[in-house]
């Protein structure tokens, strides 16, 4: 079913590349009725010779840095520094690399833009729902653990101590908008992230068990650095899919950092897993390096329905 080869040495080759450049030369093309090689010997007769001096391929920018130290570039979000924040800085864009210096020409950054790709790859695999961030955040109604401010779930540095963020207020109130915020963030800094609402989780193992591919599935959602667990407790889960979630929890613990968001205090999680003993060895290993966050204030989409206007 294999067509024959039709050159099997580079000698081959060698012969063939040329039969095969004049037959195309001569064909013609399809929208004028002149041989291609012709129109090539014209398009030649227009070519410049390269400057004879090397040349600096660059293009220069001008950019603000947000609040966060971040500068976007061709789509792309660079971490230019906390220091630089609202200020105004010039950016060399070249073919590998990214030159940022400051309004006095200092150098302050030197960025591979190759890094790029890897954040998009990393966006891309985290499966994030939609596209939240922190720029104009609203942090009012958020009461942090007395050893935080807004510093704290916006820096990579909990995911390094694999703690465990915990989400909790009413519906509506910005839960899931800054765990996405926050998941983005860290794939800008180059952290692996898998973001799931618990039910398609528990829906994704259920289909991995009967597959017989649960060890790998664990094992691929266990890449990630973090991991992202909305809607905790909505709606109810089953024993299997509960023993399913504890398993992913589990496998977890001082490996990685979760991010839960739930309307749940910690002391109804048993009506979540069915099972008390499930429950408590969760809320047990999420007490221990778990920081709560918690939200008060009215839905945001109560506040901006338009059924109430």
């Known amino acids: ?34 041989p ?22 660059v293009r220069w920018e001008t950019r603000k840095a947000d609040k966060y130290g971040y500068a976007d570039i061709d789509g792309n979000r660079y971490q230019i520094g906390a220091n630089m924040h609202g200020g105004r800085v010039d950016v060399a864009i070249r073919a590998a690399r990214v030159a940022v210096k400051d309004e006095a020409g200092r150098a ?14 990393l966006l891309k695999a ?17 009461t942090m653990p007395a050893d935080w401010g807004r510093h704290q779930p916006t820096s990579p540095d909990f995911i ?7 989400l909790y207020g009413p519906v509506g109130t910005g839960k899931t908008h800054l765990a996405i915020a926050i998941g983005r963030a860290a794939c800008q800094d180059k952290i692996p992230v898998r973001s799931f609402t618990v039910s398609s989780l528990v829906m ?15 094992a691929q959602i266990g890449k990630a650095r973090l991991i992202i667990l909305d809607e905790l407790g909505y709606p ?23 991010i839960y968001t739930t309307d749940i205090e910690s002391g109804g999680w048993g009506r979540v897993f069915g099972d008390p003993n499930m429950a408590a060895a969760v ?27």
């Open 283 to 309: 809320i047990d290993r999420t007490v221990r390096h778990g920081r709560i966050i918690r939200f008060q204030g009215e839905s945001y989409h109560s506040r901006n329905a338009l059924m109430t206007k």
């Open 126 to 142: 985290a499966g994030f729902p939609a596209d939240k961030t922190l720029e104009n955040y609203d942090w009012t109604g958020l």
């Open 236 to 258: 109810p889960i089953d024993e299997e899919g509960s023993r399913l979630l504890f398993q992913a929890i589990s496998d977890s613990y001082e490996t990685r950092s979760i």
């Open 36 to 57: 291609i090689d012709m129109m090539f010997a014209d398009d030649v007769k227009s070519l410049r010779p390269l400057p004879s001096r090397r040349f600096d391929a």
């Open 204 to 218: 994704r193992l259920r289909r991995a068990k009967r597959d017989n591919r649960l060890d790998g599935e664990l």
């Open 160 to 166: 390094d101590r694999h703690e465990d963020p915990v």
């Open 1 to 34: 079913m294999v067509p024959p080869m039709e050159a099997e040495t580079r000698e081959r080759l060698t012969r063939l590349m040329p039969a095969k450049r004049d037959g195309l030369g001569r064909s013609i093309r399809y929208r004028t009725p002149d």
């Open 108 to 121: 302050i950054a030197e960025l591979d833009s190759r890094d790029k790709a890897k954040r998009l790859r």
